[in-house]
């Protein structure tokens, strides 16, 4: 399968950063495509709400920023993992982009299976992102594969390591 990791932690070596190379790793040995994404050193505007891409546009954004270098990613990604850090409830700032901006678009035509790894120094506060995510699959009718959260205590652990490889055995 051909899978898509938009990975939004700023930090090179961070926990997020950590579980999307071990969900790229696990899944190359599986014998998938992968192309990891570290959208949060892309510079990717919010949308404009302009609606040139209804009008005009012909499905394509106004905005000329690193976007277009996803946009032929997302299109052909059949399997979408979204990693992010929680730094307020919520997925980051440098994912919501990317993920707003699809709007022009409105879902990725061959994206049938979706997860979401991200982390946190707190426990429980992934259930806006959560929520977010599924709704997210919903609305593009991909299946949602899984979703695997780490806590300070379970961050590049063994445990977490197993769970993400699980969600790659379930593709």
């Known amino acids: 399968m051909n899978i898509l990791i938009l ?41 404009l709400a302009c609606e040139y891409c209804h009008s005009k546009g012909n499905g394509t954004c106004i905005q000329k920023d690193d976007m277009q270098e996803l946009y032929p990613l997302m299109a052909e990604a059949e399997v979408l993992v979204l ?33 979401l790894l991200t982390s946190s120094y707190s426990p429980g506060v992934y259930s806006g992102a959560t929520a977010e995510y599924r709704d997210i699959c919903n609305y593009w009718h991909a299946e949602d594969s899984g979703i695997v959260t780490a806590k300070i205590d379970e961050q590049k652990t063994d445990e977490t390591r197993a769970k993400i490889q699980a969600l790659v055995n379930n593709l």
């Open 83 to 115: 990693a992010a850090p929680i730094y307020y409830f919520t997925l980051n700032a440098q994912l919501q982009a990317p993920i707003q901006r699809m709007y022009c678009v409105g879902a990725p035509a061959k994206v049938k299976k979706m997860a």
């Open 7 to 47: 990975q939004a932690s700023p930090r090179a070596n961070g926990n997020t950063a950590w579980m999307a190379e071990e969900y790229k790793n696990a899944a190359v040995a599986a014998g998938h495509q992968v192309t990891l994404v570290n959208v949060s050193h892309k510079k990717i505007a919010g949308c």
